[in-house]
């Protein structure tokens, strides 16, 4: 796993678990227990969800890096309508407050996503893998021992 995903896994989870204990803390004291298991149960989805696609996306960068912009975008698309899908779909639950649910869906998905922001945009990340030989496309360096004979 190249660093820079560790970066994300770590520190846009821990954000993301520290806004789900406030919000948390808050349902549970505006809702008692639904509240609670609102919010926990959203700061799971949303931490599992946001964590896989960021190994998917490791994998499929590893495998193939002319494709990390579209795997990102269409990762990130699909999360997006899971956690849609599962808004509408848990909204009228009764074992848990949806307002609670949804908020904390909402509140975490924005700290992972800025997270996930900062981190790339101040790591230093190697476009090009040191040591690694010119491809196939790459011209070959020119001889420089046939140089002075023409001279």
């Known amino acids: 796993m190249a660093s820079?995903?560790?970066l994300v896994l770590t520190?846009?989870?821990l954000v993301t678990l520290g806004v789900g204990v406030v919000a948390t803390v808050i349902s549970t004291i505006t809702e008692a227990g639904q509240g609670l298991v609102?919010?926990?149960l959203a700061t799971a989805i949303v931490v599992i969800f946001f964590s896989a696609g960021q190994l998917v996306l490791g994998r499929v960068i590893a495998a193939n890096p002319q494709m990390a912009?579209?795997?990102a975008l269409m990762?990130?698309?699909i999360k997006i309508g899971i956690l849609l899908a599962l808004?509408?779909?848990l909204s009228s639950a009764t074992f848990f407050d949806p307002k609670a649910f949804g908020?904390?869906?909402v509140a975490c998905t924005i700290a992972w996503t800025c997270m996930e922001l900062w981190v790339y945009s101040t790591s230093k990340v190697l476009y090009v893998q040191p040591g690694a030989r010119p491809g196939p496309s790459a011209p070959a360096p020119p001889d420089q021992s046939d140089q002075g004979a023409h001279e």
Do not use: F
Request: glycine share 10%.
């Open 11 to 13: 520190r846009a989870g």
């Open 75 to 77: 990762i990130y698309l």
């Open 69 to 71: 912009l579209t795997a």
């Open 103 to 105: 908020l904390t869906i």
């Open 38 to 40: 609102g919010a926990v």
């Open 87 to 89: 808004l509408i779909l």
């Open 4 to 6: 820079v995903d560790v």
